[in-house]
């Protein structure tokens, strides 16, 4: 079965430092690559995805995320984080001919301090 | 304007006890989906449903029935609750044509079982 690690459960970090969240997977063939974020109180929703063409794909509030097939991953970036950008940070994967079903990494919790 | 909404926030319910969970959508989704997200473990898919009336068995199945008589409502059912099935419970739907649509997800119930 399709597994997803995410490797960080609890990262800390400083407004304006840089981060990267890692997400690997274990399916060998052709995938659809999720971020979904989830911000305290709030629902989970799409910070962004990869499906085809340019391996680097940006979302919502400056995150971009590089899909390295070789390597089975899509690591979550950002160059400078803000208060705001604490949450939990979930890595979802889905096969390419599987429906619109999604295996879940563990999730990240970030924190950004003041 | 996508909107999932679950029928509580919070519930606590007792050993043995029936519990229904109920998910609306109003975005006219084919598919509809129910997780279980406990921590470190990311979210788990339970059941989900492609059209109405029918349903397929996700990751963890065990204890949990599903019921999907209307296009946009999928229900999830606790048998006979027990206490390792105390958890945040998220629905989610989805557009069936396409493997990488986005899912859009609801507030979540949060499951207390004494």
């Known amino acids: 079965a399709q597994s997803v690690s995410q490797h960080n459960h609890h990262v800390i970090l400083s407004e304006a430092a840089s981060l990267e969240l890692g997400c690997n997977y274990s399916?060998?063939?052709?995938?659809?690559l999720f971020w979904y974020v989830q911000y305290p109180g709030q629902h989970l929703q799409l910070l962004l995805k990869?499906?085809?063409?340019?391996?680097l794909v940006k979302g919502i509030k400056g995150f971009e995320a590089e899909f390295i097939k070789s390597k089975f991953s899509f690591n979550l970036r950002k160059p400078s984080v803000q208060w705001s950008d604490t949450a939990e940070y979930f890595c979802?994967?889905?096969?390419?001919?599987?429906?619109?079903?999604?295996?879940f990494g563990g999730g990240t919790r970030l924190m950004v301090k003041p | 304007d996508v909107k999932v909404t679950q029928s509580s926030r919070y519930l606590v319910k007792r050993t043995g006890e029936k519990v229904f969970l109920e998910c609306v959508q109003d975005?006219?989704?084919?598919?509809m989906f129910w997780y279980r997200q406990d921590p470190g473990l990311g979210l788990r898919l339970i059941y989900f449903s492609y059209d109405v009336k029918m349903k397929e068995k996700g990751d963890i199945p065990e204890g949990y029935s599903v019921s999907r008589e209307k296009k946009e409502r999928f229900s999830l059912i606790l048998e006979s609750a027990s206490t390792n099935q105390t958890s945040m419970y998220l629905c989610?739907?989805?557009?069936?044509?396409?493997?990488?649509?986005?899912?859009?997800f609801g507030p979540g119930t949060r499951l207390t079982v004494l």
């Open positions: 990869y499906f085809s063409g340019d391996p």
């Open positions: 989610a739907s989805s557009f069936w044509e396409s493997s990488y649509n986005e899912q859009f």
């Open positions: 975005m006219d989704h084919e598919n």
């Open positions: 979802a994967v889905n096969e390419g001919n599987a429906g619109n079903m999604l295996t």
């Open positions: 399916y060998g063939g052709t995938v659809n």
